[in-house]
């Protein structure tokens, strides 16, 4: 009786071992997103985590004749990622990203976690990328 229990008890938690894999960690989605950083802080009572948007506009809202914008937010885990973000508020930026199908407070309060940034460029001199 008392294996029978263990073997029970073992692929139970086996089972929510990988039910919890799938929903944090399995990379549900890559792309790239693009349009002006509105805002990117730190913030967090136990995990400091970095948290963003960037406003994506130009697309066709739902009356005819008019424009609505699109916020993207994001989070984001490297430290050098980051401290570039922290800088270039108002520029207008292109990021890669992962999705995942949920977020874990140690990571970020957003599925979409930043992974590289492709571009930043100041909308008033131009489209000149900063490497």
Excluded: C
Aim: proline share 4%; hydrophobic share 40%; charged share 15%.
């Amino acid at each position: 009786m008392g294996r029978f229990v263990f073997i029970v008890v073992t692929v139970i938690i086996l089972i929510l071992g990988g039910i919890f894999f799938y929903k944090f960690y399995f990379v549900f989605g890559k792309g790239v997103k693009a349009g002006e950083l509105n805002y990117f802080v730190q913030k967090g009572y136990i995990f400091k985590t970095y948290e963003g948007k960037i406003i994506q506009s130009g697309y066709k809202g739902q009356t005819s004749g008019t424009i609505q914008s699109n916020e993207f937010q994001f989070s984001v885990t490297d430290e050098n990622i980051a401290s570039r973000l922290m800088t270039a508020s108002g520029k207008v930026v292109e990021l890669h990203y992962k999705e995942y199908l949920g977020a874990i407070p140690w990571r970020g309060f957003s599925p979409f976690i930043v992974d590289s940034i492709i571009s930043i460029s100041d909308p008033n001199q131009g489209r000149n990328p900063i490497p």
